[in-house]
């Protein structure tokens, strides 16, 4: 959805009573108190630091840690033996307590946290206070599925990007927090809005689309860093969108569809690529040896109903690689055709060497899904090598929904969200996060409704029963699950490794925790008060390790809301 | 209509929500039951349904006439006008614990607070539906249901997978927030 998905929405847990932060009321809360803002001393960012970040125990300068987003991170002071002495080294408090998905960045003692609403909080990573806030004048009319969220900013030189709820990219000056250029990406009247933080490269800004759920038109675009510029444009879905009428899903699995009905839809409706949505809305891998980008796409507007999209709905539930410098397409690969269940693919992939299916180590891309699968590609073609033993049960896979409501197991918001793996290289494992909600799939017909919501139908939690999640280590050589650990809540928000030997993330419960990368053994816990639901960073700082998160709760799984962010480190 | 020239713009603000007052009430408090609270609703909301009640989108033979003679600049003022005002008091119960339990469980299977937000306060173009008129909740709930409000069919397909009774309980339980 688009965000994508999940409409689904399915939650638990009466909400905290808290009143949030929409709109009006909290910008007079603000009134209160503005603490002084006082000048950020960072250095510019250069790209050749960004390249390097796989390598950069000190800062944590892209969201997923570096381009090839292994959430790998090098530093390894916290290991497995000291772990359980971690302890909270300060907590800051932000002014907007509602959903909290940001990865915070780290530039040389400098940290960018962003809230719902898209703020931008630039702290002092040692202690905790603020340097600046900048606090978005929100446009009046903002359309998006699953909450007011944004997943963070990234640096480059002294410029930090922010993509908003009501679709601007914007770049502050890094020291003051002020805006040097904004540029409209879209309209929100139509659907379009921003969660996702902007990926920066090569002096460009790649940016992408929520609205899977408004009929909108998906595309990922690259703006000129020291100007805003539009640099290029590629449309998520293309003018041919029909495809090759595939039957069978990524794993095999028969869909159901009726082909002949559909070809009959097309003729008489013609290619419905203007509609079909196809956000993207999670960060895009750089593999700078080959210039390309490698992300995936997010499900078809109506999200439940076939009918006004017949074909395969290209490139909806797909993994996509593009040149970098032109945003040319290179090539693809399709998990689910003409998707009726917004099962799509969200969870941003990962660039890392993977044995083929002949045994040899080739570059490759690996992504998880929201079928609960962990797919292996060919980073050369795309092609898929193995898909992964299931993480969450899968039940009735391919039912059709139907107007009464069919049941089918995962439900909407998966197996794995938006939420980003983690990967142990040298173990060959990667982590995922999971949830488990039974579902009811239901179809309804309406015709496109100029950018209102358009979900061509309803997922709906079956009341009743029970919903869990889990974290699973995934051999991605083999497809076999090496560990799992289950959790009494769905999970949604990221998870960290670190050459520490540690996996590190949060529940909506509340629980953060640290395990044994190597075999899932809980070595340490804290309750934050609210639901942690947000992917980790880590950093270094006067040679100590420092573990940060946020803790926030969620919108979409409706967890307990907060507005904390909390540092973490050894004495 | 559109070709006449504006006294619109001579018009304050002030003076072209006097008309409102009518029935949406002097202070903020509606006339009848059956009309919506539009004091304190996000801005970007009542842009949006006077832009549908004008498109037609959303059809009602009292607002469509009002609303079509508003360009784009006098909506969004509007709203912003409205949405500065406090959300009135209607003075309803809250609900029993029966039937908030009900309404929760509901609220649940579906995820209304996931676009409607915490406590039900609405942001964007999404309603606050905490503290709305019952009655016109109810109404408005059904027509989501025939599609006679029909400017938002996923609004519809969600109400239409809720079950009536869990949407009674639904009305009973905001209108008490």
Redesign the interface.
């Known amino acids: 959805m688009n965000r994508s998905s ?7 847990f ?7 932060a ?4 909290q910008q007079e809360v603000k009134q209160e108190y503005v603490p002084v803002s006082r000048e950020a001393k960072v250095s510019p960012v250069t790209q050749a630091q960004l390249t390097a970040a796989d390598k950069n125990a000190t800062n944590f300068l892209l969201t997923n840690v570096n381009y090839a987003q292994t959430r790998f991170h090098p530093a390894k002071q916290i290991n497995r033996d000291n772990v359980k002495g971690l302890h909270v080294a300060w907590i800051f408090q932000t002014d907007v307590r ?1 959903s909290l998905e940001t990865s915070p960045i780290v530039v040389d003692g400098v940290m960018f946290v962003t809230t719902s ?1 898209s703020h931008v909080y630039a702290l002092d990573a040692k202690t905790g206070e603020q340097f600046w806030h900048y606090n978005h004048k ?1 446009g ?9 969220n944004n997943r963070g900013v990234q640096v480059l030189g002294d410029l930090v990007y922010l993509a908003t ?1 009501d679709a601007k990219l914007v770049a502050l000056n890094a020291k003051t927090g002020d805006v040097v250029w904004k540029t409209d990406i879209a309209d929100p ?1 139509l659907g379009y809005s921003e969660t996702m933080a902007p990926t920066v490269v090569k002096d460009k800004v790649l940016i992408g689309t929520n609205g899977g ?1 408004y009929g909108i038109r998906g595309f990922v675009r690259a703006y000129d860093a020291k100007t805003g510029k539009l640099v290029w444009n590629f449309d998520t879905i293309p003018e041919n969108s029909v495809g090759v009428w595939a039957t069978k899903d990524a794993t095999g699995r028969d869909m159901h569809r009726d082909i002949q009905a559909e070809k009959d839809q097309l003729a008489k409706l013609g290619d419905p690529y203007k509609r079909l949505g196809g956000g993207v809305w999670q960060n895009p891998a750089v593999d700078l040896a080959t210039n390309r980008i490698y992300f995936v796409v997010g499900n078809p507007s109506p999200d439940l109903d076939g009918s006004p999209r017949p074909g395969d709905n290209l490139y909806t539930d797909s993994l996509v690689a593009l040149d970098l410098d032109t945003g040319k397409y290179i090539c693809h690969f399709q998990y689910i055709a003409h998707d009726v269940w917004d099962l799509d693919a969200v969870s941003p992939p990962v660039l890392l060497d993977v044995k083929d299916k002949s045994g040899k180590t080739i570059p490759g891309v690996i992504h998880a899904g929201k079928t609960g699968h962990v797919y292996v590609h060919d980073r050369k073609d795309c092609s898929l090598i193995r898909f992964s033993e299931a993480m969450v049960p899968q039940e009735n896979m391919w039912v059709l929904p139907t107007k009464e ?1 069919a049941r089918m197991l995962p439900g909407a918001n998966g197996g794995v969200e938006w939420s980003p793996i983690a990967t142990d290289p040298a173990q060959e494992l990667a982590y995922a996060i999971n949830l488990h909600q039974p579902m ?1 799939y ?1 179809v ?1 017909n ?2 496109y ?2 950018g ?7 997922f ?4 009743g029963e029970q919903q869990s999640g889990n974290i699973t280590a995934v051999n991605y050589n083999t497809g076999k699950i090496k560990w799992q650990v289950k959790t009494p809540e769905p999970m949604i928000g990221g998870i960290l490794a670190t050459a520490g030997g540690l996996v590190f993330t949060g529940e909506g419960n509340g629980k953060f925790a640290a395990y044994n990368s190597s075999n899932g053994k809980e070595l340490w816990s804290f309750r934050a008060g609210a639901g942690v639901n947000a992917p980790p960073s880590s950093y270094m700082l006067g040679n100590k390790q420092y573990i940060v998160v946020g803790a926030g709760g969620n ?4 967890f307990k ?1 907060g507005n904390n962010i909390i540092a973490f480190t050894l004495d | 209509m559109s070709a006449s020239p504006r006294p619109a713009l001579a018009q304050s603000i002030a003076e072209r929500v006097e008309v409102c007052a009518g029935c949406h009430g002097q202070d903020g408090k509606p006339i009848d039951k059956t009309i919506p609270v539009i004091w304190g609703q ?3 909301y009542t ?2 349904q006077l832009r549908d009640f004008k ?1 037609g ?1 959303r059809k009602s033979e009292i607002m469509q006439p009002i609303a079509s003679s508003f360009e784009k600049e006098d909506m ?1 003022a509007i ?2 006008y409205f ?2 005002k406090p959300w009135p008091d209607l003075g309803q119960p809250r609900s029993p614990k029966d039937v908030a339990d009900r309404a ?2 509901a ?9 409607h ?3 039900f ?5 999404v309603p ?1 539906l905490a503290g709305q008129s019952r009655e016109y909740l109810t109404k408005t709930i059904a027509d989501f249901r025939t ?1 006679a409000r ?9 109400m ?3 079950p009536p009774d869990d949407l009674a309980a639904l009305a009973e339980y905001l209108a008490g927030l």
């Open positions: 999940s409409i689904a929405f399915a939650t638990f009466g909400l905290g009573c808290l009143l949030a929409p709109g009006n009321a509602e609403f929100m009046p009319i903002t359309t998006y599925c699953c909450g007011p709820l009247e759920e409501g009811h239901r309804e309406s015709p409704p100029n209102k919501l358009w979900l061509g139908g309803a709906t939690a079956i009341p919108t979409q799984v409706s809301r | 996000p801005s970007g842009y949006i498109r989108d969004l709203a912003e949405s500065n929760l469980r609220e649940r299977s579906v995820g209304c607070t996931g676009c937000l915490d406590q306060q609405g942001t964007g173009t606050r599609r029909g400017n938002n069919p996923g609004m519809s397909d969600l239409l997978a809720t």
